[in-house]
């Protein structure tokens, strides 16, 4: 069946440091990826998605690129914000289009 | 539009009880999903539709039952509720075509089960 491992956190990082969270997983054909954030108290918002090997997905300076040769799909940022304190979630999508999520890696940017 | 809505926000039950966890989409998407969230466990999938009348089983789908009779509801059933299943449940739907993989969230139901 299809899993997806994601970096255990917690993570602390100070403001404008840089950000990689590592995610690869195991799936059978060639899913779609993605990364969503939890803000506290909130529902999970779309990040950034990548349907196909050697796509970038973007969004809000954060970057995941698509690699089929090594099942990754790493989310980074150049420099953090304080806002960007989250948990964030890596994912893959199934046949019927039902997610498969890692465990969650808990964000903390310090001023 | 309203995109997916949850209700309710809460609840609290006591062990044994039953009760339905609503979930509606106005955006005329075919799937919907359940997940339910756990502390260091990410979310995962309860049962999931790929349309009316169409239902499945996802990874933890034991004590919990699921019809779907019309496009925009799938509620989400607890026969018999158990302290186990104290978390957060989100319902998601995602478009059917088109490539566009995005599955949206509602804001979630946080239920304690005593």
């Known amino acids: 069946g299809n899993s997806v491992t994601q970096m255990e956190g917690p993570v602390t990082l100070s403001e404008e440091a840089f950000l990689t969270i590592n995610c690869t997983y195991t799936a059978t054909g060639y899913p779609s990826l993605f990364w969503y954030v939890q803000y506290p108290g909130e529902g999970l918002q779309l990040l950034l998605k990548a349907t196909k090997a050697d796509d970038k997905g973007s969004n809000k300076g954060f970057e995941a690129t698509y690699r089929k040769e090594t099942t990754s799909f790493h989310l980074e940022k150049g420099s953090v914000q304080v806002s960007d304190s989250a948990v964030y979630f890596c994912?893959?999508?199934?046949?019927?289009?039902?997610?498969?999520f890692g465990s969650g890696t808990q964000l903390t940017v310090l001023p | 539009n309203a995109g997916v809505t949850q209700t309710p926000k809460f609840q609290v039950l006591k062990t044994g009880q039953s009760m339905t966890l609503q979930c509606a989409q106005d955006m005329n998407h075919e799937y919907m999903s359940w997940y339910r969230q756990d502390p260091g466990m990410g979310l995962r999938l309860i049962h999931y539709?790929?349309?009316?009348?169409?239902?499945d089983q996802g990874e933890v789908p034991n004590g919990y039952n699921v019809s779907r009779s019309t496009t925009e509801d799938f509620p989400l059933r607890l026969l018999s509720a158990a302290p186990s299943q104290t978390s957060v449940y989100f319902c998601?739907?995602?478009?059917?075509?088109?490539?566009?993989?995005?599955?949206?969230f509602g804001p979630g139901t946080r239920l304690t089960v005593l």
């Open positions: 539709s790929v349309g009316a009348g169409i239902t």
């Open positions: 994912a893959l999508s199934g046949s019927a289009r039902q997610l498969t």
């Open positions: 998601a739907t995602t478009s059917s075509g088109g490539g566009r993989d995005e599955q949206f």
